[in-house]
């Protein structure tokens, strides 16, 4: 049977870079303070913490896809009945790194994994010196009925990954884990999600870091009208931002403003 909403929480937390053990266990401690969630979403490298420390300790802190991340998170989910969405530094080879996402259910099985397509080289970040840009396929996984798809970061920049995971594998969500720092990036972070919530009439949980060089955690509905239907964010504190998938309100959504069908595919 399915569902006609799921409630999404993004989980804005303080790092300790380099420190694998006490960063799953302040997520855990955020999730478990905020029951009622069907999935959770935590930040960009939500293990090791985001930065150029982490970064030059990855043949330390790099794991499998089914490492000691994965075993806390599975563990905890099927405790908790939920699905967690938690991020980690790949190993893939001798001294090769890609940014890994991936999702647990309730059960604790892993129904998605990604590497970040693009990797980032702009304002302070130094991603491409140490990480190579990811090669896996499309990561979609259902929740109640509703699909969701999985981006990273700097991917919400570049229109093409949303594009497909809208068509092709008809999410009605977006997962974004994030690791944003207040660079000159930062201020067109939220304009990037918005565009991409709308021209795809989906919904986006846009997720950072706690603190004042990072923060603002986004939940965008699939049309911003100015007025009930807007962009919630945090601020810079530690935090919790709920959301509500509607799919009742997606669908009207793409019924009164179809940018999907509107496009004119065959001059494209």
Same mark, same amino acid.
């Given at each position: ?88 530094? #790949?190993?893939?080879? @001798?001294?090769?790194?890609?940014? &890994? !996402? ?9 129904? $998605? ?82 565009? #991409?919530?709308?021209? @795809?009439?989906?919904?986006?949980? &846009? !997720? ?9 955690? $986004? ?50």
């Amino acid at each position: 049977m399915a569902y006609e909403q799921i409630a999404v929480a993004g989980i804005q937390i303080s790092q300790v870079i380099g420190n694998r053990q006490a960063n799953i266990s302040t997520a855990m401690e955020a999730i478990t303070a905020a029951p009622g969630h069907d999935i959770y979403v935590l930040p960009e490298l939500s293990s090791s913490g985001y930065g150029i420390e982490v970064f030059q300790a990855l043949e330390d802190l790099a794991e499998d896809v089914m490492g000691p991340s994965f075993r806390a998170f599975s563990d905890f989910a099927r405790r908790q009945k939920c699905f967690i969405c938690y991020s980690f530094p #790949r190993r893939v080879g @001798n001294h090769k790194f890609k940014i &890994s !996402t991936s999702v647990v259910d309730r059960n604790g099985s892993l129904v $998605a994994n990604y590497d970040k397509w693009h990797v980032c080289s702009t304002g302070v970040c130094c991603e491409k010196d140490y990480f190579s840009p990811g090669e896996s396929p499309l990561a979609a996984f259902d929740v109640n009925g509703i699909q969701v798809g999985l981006a990273i970061c700097y991917d919400i920049r570049f229109p093409e990954l949303t594009r497909k995971l809208t068509l092709e594998r008809k999410i009605s969500l977006l997962l974004h884990p994030g690791g944003w720092p207040r660079d000159e990036g930062f201020h067109t972070w939220h304009t990037f999600v918005k565009v #991409r919530a709308m021209e @795809n009439s989906i919904y986006i949980m &846009s !997720t950072n870091w706690a603190g004042p060089d990072n923060g603002c955690t $986004a939940f965008c509905p699939p049309f911003l009208d100015g007025g009930k239907y807007k962009l919630e964010k945090l601020g810079d504190d530690p935090g919790v931002l709920s959301g509500i998938v509607d799919i009742g309100y997606l669908e009207e959504a793409r019924r009164i403003h179809p940018y999907l069908t509107d496009r004119n595919v065959d001059m494209y």
